[in-house]
């Protein structure tokens, strides 16, 4: 280090100590700290499930490979699958609805075959309490082996009988793991397993069954093996032990999405700096001009800044470091509910690159400050003149650093697009609302007596500094209304509409036999249908002649979603709860029945238009589909809608099984009646709207809590940003204060202007926070759901009055100093 590098350095030190305890540095400090502790134990979180799927992948496939499909092989295709590989074992799965004394249950059915399991351990018990041991084989034919859940569920004790389809077995043990969970792991359906020889007896329809075959083979000849699936079977899912776990892309789009809101962390951050950077500018260029004025050159006030600014993150990372650490570990702790035995575990080599980037944030940040001192000279210590461009330049960094997240996170355009523009909106709404009450309120005012027109006055000559408190007191207010707000009324919404419009029993997969009984037995037990609607499966295998990888490899609902079986409807005309947004609907006597309707919001997820060419895979063959039209959902007809619509022309051209969703309304006298149709149809898939409401409760639930944390990282940077705001202008308003007590009044009065103040500060920022969070709920709500918004006006209101009063509270309580003037100290300013 040379020699003027290192009293630049030791300068630097004496000038952080110094300045270590000042309001703004210690302002400037928690607002990195929070974004170092948020994005740190963000990344180790999700990297650490990421390992966690990698090693689920290696410890749950029960086999180096797996293939599912709907159909079973051929003989053709398991002779050419087993002379491929070393060893083959079939499986088979169906979902059914399990009933034994009066009770039933919704559960995974697993046949196994006598050479199962092909890798990992298959461990049963006696009992809940029992000793765990290892069965090398599956049940025998006869038996049946249930989950804990299960097994507990239906009070059941070793050697019980139990019935499925008139097929009796013998409860011999409790299934406490399997091998190869990986596919279905993750899902909360109760569980059972027989002999893969009972299946057969059971007479269960083979589409309804899910076929499953676990390989074991040499890395080497994976790729054969894929080339080999890909030509023969295209339509089938292969997984092994070399590639991505299948919940790996869901949990990337998962990280990006909470990568994407911080969006709004960083904005807040950029304004709280913005106002630090108001006063600490002016310090840095005095400091500048007076080591110019003593011989040392322009480059010295900039290194020194540079060194201090260092000194500052450095001496943060420590307490940052260990409280990332706590908040990894409490993340951790709460995903173990999703991911069983997912380890805490910290990552340095991550650690390390997290840091380089918000370092590189935080640098951005403070770039127009260093910028100002290339302007710095000795005039500056008699003539302290705003510099306009570095304020520009502020704005301008700011724009940058959220363009710099956007496209570090950004997967999916749509998304995207609705977060920067809700986002955009309330903030030029906020502004525009600050300009516009100030100016009124100043017009209107001017020839009233008072303390008001007085306030109006101050504010609107103060108007720059003004609005971007009132906009970080209002982008706060909104945001965590609207989170808030959104969760307390989704789950209400989405209940009320599902059981107005389509009853409380909701049937999602039904045979043409089951559905024609199910019409009987309704119509028997006087028992309303509401909506009824045919489908087959298909898997979308190829866009545009690219397989799917190939024409888009970033995750997203859509691309997840299409990777498994979709189901296809048809029809001639628009469904009624169907809208048409582009293109052209099919003719009823049209002749090309090639052709399909896609939903826009599809589309947009996945980039594709009008006139791109679907390959789908449908009962083994594949057919080609032109996209001539897009429709999105539209309420006030029932909820069954689908991705995918065709021509009922198509059905002439295309074999494959049909099955129909449904939706009925079913009293409480007639729900015994639901164990009859449950016995003679145990593959009929219904679901009450009670259970559909747990379920979309135990989502909400989750979500609010991640909101929860997300909002408590709001408030305190709400905090900060009017925290930075008050010490901003706090020579300025206790000048202010001075002048008014020198026209003789006292300081309870200087203390009644800082209250109105204050209280108009928040109500604008309350106008700005209601309207933004009503127009960003009915968007989200048309959007997502296609449901008219109807918020909890009570509850919005109530919860707006508990934010401003912490707003003016704080406001008020932080700017008490300014109040210490005196006539005095104006007059030796």
Known sequence: MSTSLLENTKLAWQFYRQEYHLPQQKLLRWTQAILLIFMLALTQSSFSVQQYLTQNLQGLLGADAQISQRQPFTSQQFNDLSAQVEQLVATQQIKINFSHQDSWQYISLKAVADNYPLQGELLTATSLAGNTEQSLSGPKQGEIWFDSRLFASFNLKIGDTVEISKQEFTFTKLLKHEPDRLMEGHNVAMRAMINIGDMEKLNFSENLINYRYLLALDARQIPSLQEWQQQHLPAAQLVHKQGNHPLALFWQRTENFIGLASIILFFMAAIAIEQIALKHQNKEQYFSAVCMSLGASKSTGIVVSIVKWCFSLLLLLPVALLAAAACHWLMIHYLTDSFPNLQWQWHYALSLKTLVFISSIFALFYLPVWYSLLNSSVGKLFNQAKNTASNLGQKLVTVAVLVIVVLAYSDNALLTMMLVTAMMVTILLILLLSWLVLTLGEKLTKNLSGLLPFVFFMMKQRLVSKSTQILGVGLSAFLLLFTLMLMHDLGKTMSSYQRQHDGNLMVSKATNDQLSYLKNWASENNISIRQNKSYMHAKLIEINKQSLAEFNDKPSESLATFSREIRMHWNNQLPSNNRLLSGTWWQVDSENWQQISVEQEV?????????????????????????????????????????????????????????????????????????????????????????????????????????????????????????????????????????????????????????????????????????????????????????????????????LFIILACVISLGVYASRKSLNSSIRQLMAE
């Not at 926070?769 to 109807?790: D, H, W």
Request: charged content about 15%; proline content about 3%.
């Open 603 to 799: 589309l947009t997820d996945m980039g594709l238009s009008l006139s791109d060419e679907l390959t789908f895979v449908i009962a083994g063959r594949r057919y080609d589909f032109t996209i001539t039209a897009s429709h999105e959902f539209k309420p006030g007809n029932g909820s069954i809608t689908f991705w995918v619509q065709m021509p009922t022309a198509a059905l002439a051209h295309i074999q494959a099984n049909h099955y129909s969703m449904a939706s009925l309304e079913v009293s409480e006298q007639q729900q015994p009646l639901l164990a009859e149709l449950w016995q003679k149809f145990p593959t009929l898939r219904m679901v009450s709207l009670q259970q559909m409401t747990e379920r979309f409760d135990n989502i909400l639930a989750m979500i609010t809590k991640v909101i929860s944390g997300f909002s408590a990282i709001i408030i305190l940077l709400a905090g900060i940003v009017i925290l930075a705001s008050i010490n901003a202008v706090e020579a300025n308003e206790q000048k202010k204060n001075s002048i008014i007590m020198s026209f003789g009044f006292n300081r309870a009065t200087c203390l009644k202007l800082n209250i109105i103040e204050w209280l108009i500060t928040a109500m604008i920022a309350a106008g700005g926070a209601i309207v933004g969070t009503y127009l960003a709920g009915v968007l989200i709500y048309q959007s997502q759901f296609s449901l008219p918004y109807q918020p909890d006006f009570i509850w919005l209101v109530s919860t």
